[in-house]
């Protein structure tokens, strides 16, 4: 039966079974559920006539699930992001994670109760001091009684809340109590996103162990308004809880540290114009996460990229090449070390103190002189030369000839090589063909992988770089 309806019962059964689905904390339709199982069973649990509340039996503990299906506490915060919960919580159905809600009052300015109730098929609740839940600590159930807390939208206001310590609702009450994992999907004004207590409070609750993701960039619900403040998209954030909520996976990296750079560099010709590239870093950041995610300590550094620090991982922004070496040196010794960032490969000899003018001579001459080569010379290193190097080869022509003769020429022990002629749509893109060269010896072997999102090929080679450890220990 996809559906159960109860119809003509007598008013001191509907009374009993309201009751009896409080006490327990469920659906009067999932409770009628239960009451037939048992029957079923051969355990009935008849009712009397009346059960009064002071007559109510102590509730036994609801237990975290034990089978494939997952539990998640949901509290829905105030915000006009709040009818993406809606969705939310049908996409974490769809992934067999059973959901209780939560509201705050805030919260029921934009969707209610009974909203929440229907797509969950679970009581909503709303009220640190409701006497249905809170006879027996309803609120110490609902933060312990699942597998994860999601908060969606993250207000401003919870989660300065959260980061004080606060519990003074239902929400702040779950979120104090709570000994599950918790993840925050933030949602507010970009003014309010990045006010300094905010950004205080957010580096608190990492601190915390808070999980958060997001918030996105875009248009707000206000006129006129754009920036970082969007909530995640629903199907993100079950994403996320997903991840959280899978088996723990091996993390054959756990002891390693792994150095990382990204992006492009930026060479400056006056205070106004710089030489650069298109790298977006995409890659170089993919390659941190499926690192960090493997057990190891990160340390990434980037040039000027428009994408958020992976959580988990040490980020050192800089802007020229000669920085990034600099960073890259500071940053030894380590056990793995991955040049993915585009780096320049000149700059302006003299750079000039003032923006360069148009003369009636024409073009400014502009001396260029070859920039220190980051690979060959953490490659060469006779001193804290990481047991293995990989680099990168973006190439438009004869990839793998070009490629093996980077290889022989820098002194790496890998290379990752991938054509970024326009036409690829690889550089600034989302998905990247690539081939690894592997040296042995005098020996250059290539393996050639198929068309993968920049993830993918991040954690495919995370993967042969932890079978290369695993082999060399």
């Known amino acids: 039966m996809a559906s159960l309806t109860i119809r003509k019962l007598d008013e001191h059964v509907k009374t009993y079974l309201r009751l009896r689905s409080a006490t327990n904390g469920r659906s009067v339709e999932e409770e009628v559920r239960v009451i037939l199982g048992e029957l079923i069973q051969g355990r009935p649990e008849l009712p009397g006539a009346s059960i009064s509340s002071a007559e109510a039996p102590a509730q036994a ?76 600590a309803g609120h110490i159930r609902l933060a312990r009684e699942c597998d994860l807390i999601i908060v969606a939208p993250a207000t401003a206001d919870l989660m300065a809340k959260m980061a ?35 950004r205080r409070n957010v580096l608190q609750l990492r601190r915390d162990g808070v999980q958060m993701i997001g918030p996105n960039a875009g248009e707000m619900a206000e006129s006129n308004e754009a920036g970082v403040g969007r909530m995640s998209e629903a199907v993100e954030i079950a994403a996320a809880a997903v991840d959280i909520l899978r088996p723990p996976q091996p993390r054959p990296l756990a002891g390693k540290r792994v150095l990382i750079t990204a992006g492009p560099t930026h060479e400056p010709i006056d205070p106004v114009r710089y030489i650069a590239n ?33 959580a988990g991982v040490t980020v050192i922004r800089v802007e020229s090449a000669r920085d990034m070496l600099h960073r890259v040196q500071a940053a030894l010794p380590a056990d793995i070390a991955i040049f993915a960032a585009a780096v320049a490969d000149w700059r302006v000899a003299n750079e000039g103190e003032q923006k360069l003018k148009k003369t009636s001579a024409g073009m400014p001459p502009l001396q260029l002189v070859e920039n220190p080569d980051i690979l060959a010379t953490i490659s060469k290193l006779t001193d804290k030369r990481p047991p293995l190097v990989i680099g990168f080869a ?80």
Not at 401 to 415: F, Q, V
Request: glycine share 6%.
């Open 164 to 198: 004080q310590g606060h519990a003074d609702d239902l929400a702040s009450a779950i979120l104090l109590a709570a000994d599950r994992p918790i993840l925050l999907a933030p949602a507010m004004n970009p003014l309010m996103w990045n006010n300094a207590a905010t």
């Open 278 to 310: 298109r790298s977006s870093g995409k890659q170089g950041f993919a390659i941190a996460v499926a690192a960090q995610a493997a057990g190891a300590d990160v340390t990434l550094v980037s040039g000027p990229v428009d994408l958020h620090d992976p």
């Open 394 to 473: 973006a190439e438009t022509e004869h990839l793998i000839d070009n490629a093996k003769a980077k290889i022989a020429r820098k002194g790496c022990d890998w290379i990752v090589a991938n054509d970024v002629s326009p036409a690829t749509g690889v550089m600034g893109g989302d998905r990247n063909t690539v081939h690894l060269l592997t040296r042995d010896g005098d020996d250059i072997g290539v393996e050639s992988w198929p068309v993968m999102t920049k993830e993918q090929v991040a954690t495919e080679l995370v993967a042969k770089i932890a079978k290369s450890v695993e082999k060399n220990s």
């Open 61 to 136: 503990p609801r237990p975290v699930s034990t089978s494939s299906a997952r539990n998640v506490t949901l509290i829905i915060g105030g915000g006009i992001a709040a009818f993406k919960s809606l969705e939310l919580i049908r996409r974490l159905k769809e992934r067999h994670i059973d959901v209780r809600c939560v509201l705050t009052k805030a919260a029921q300015q934009f969707v209610t109760p009974l909203s929440a109730s229907a797509l969950s098929h679970e009581r909503v609740y709303t009220d640190l001091f409701d006497p249905g839940s809170e006879f027996d």
